[in-house]
């Protein structure tokens, strides 16, 4: 079940957020495949700890708006962002973004730097480190054909990724919870017209020799057992952005917050202490 419980207009179409408490603004931003869902262990205490704290799903995923002809690539999703902080009178707020939504938060911390106060990158894509080849050779060549499959095996190939996404096991409930946006047949189209149809490193590769400019505080947190996004772009950030902290987290995978969700909040909080 979502926590999410707001609904708001940007740019002519609805974004599904949650918005608590108060003091220094905080924005989580979700990744591939999945929703605001990935952040449920974390953001609670980071509210609770004094922080005006706002989560919200991006246009095409989860609760939010779905509508088959708006584009939804990083470039697009970085807009939607910058339109709900001013929806919302953010002002600087520090960002806590996963996978794809690491490559929203780099492009505002290259592109739009006075938007954002610190930026957390947690096992993001980069570089060219996105889509996997196997994605690559389908949007290429087959996506109509994937998209057109039938809902059981649908459910079947999503379920194989989303297994992968930790280095344990994906309990039950939680398995179903990040399948629910999906188990309908707007969802499943959502999926491969939202999704999969935007994955295109190009929106990060066009930032690479500007990652250097970066001058806002970023601390990258990374799961040692990614399989979907090795370590070594970890390390990569880290010696192209200055300053950079980087944590890897032994015995977790892509989905960190998952594997170790009180490791993460530690390392949020502890974050955004910081100057």
Known sequence: MTFLDRNLLV?????????????????????????????????????????????????????????????????????????????????RPSLITHDIGGAIGQRIAVLHPQRARRLMLIDTVSYDSWPSETWREIIRTRLESYA?????????????????????????????????????PL??????????????????????????DIAMPVRIVWGARDRWQPVGYAERLAADIPGAGLVVVPDAGHFVMEDEPERVTREVLDFLAGC
Do not use: N
């Open 148 to 184: 057109a499959m039938s809902a059981a095996d649908f459910e079947e190939m999503l379920t194989r990724q989303l297994r992968m996404t930790v280095a344990g096991t994906m309990g039950d409930d939680d398995l179903r919870a990040y399948l629910a946006p999906h188990r309908t």
């Open 187 to 212: 969802g499943r189209t959502s999926f491969f017209e939202h999704q999969v149809r935007h994955y295109d490193s190009r929106y990060t590769e066009e930032l690479t020799d500007r990652l250097g």
């Open 11 to 91: 740019d002519g179409v609805r974004l599904a957020y949650r918005d608590r408490g108060e003091g220094e603004p905080v924005v989580f931003v979700h990744g591939t495949p999945s929703w605001s869902h990935e952040w449920r262990h974390v953001v609670p205490a980071v509210e609770a700890a004094g922080h005006r704290v706002v989560t919200y799903d991006l246009l095409g995923y989860g609760d939010s708006e779905r509508p088959l002809d708006r584009d939804t690539s990083v470039a697009a999703q970085t807009d939607l962002l910058l339109g709900l902080l001013d929806e919302l009178g953010l002002e």
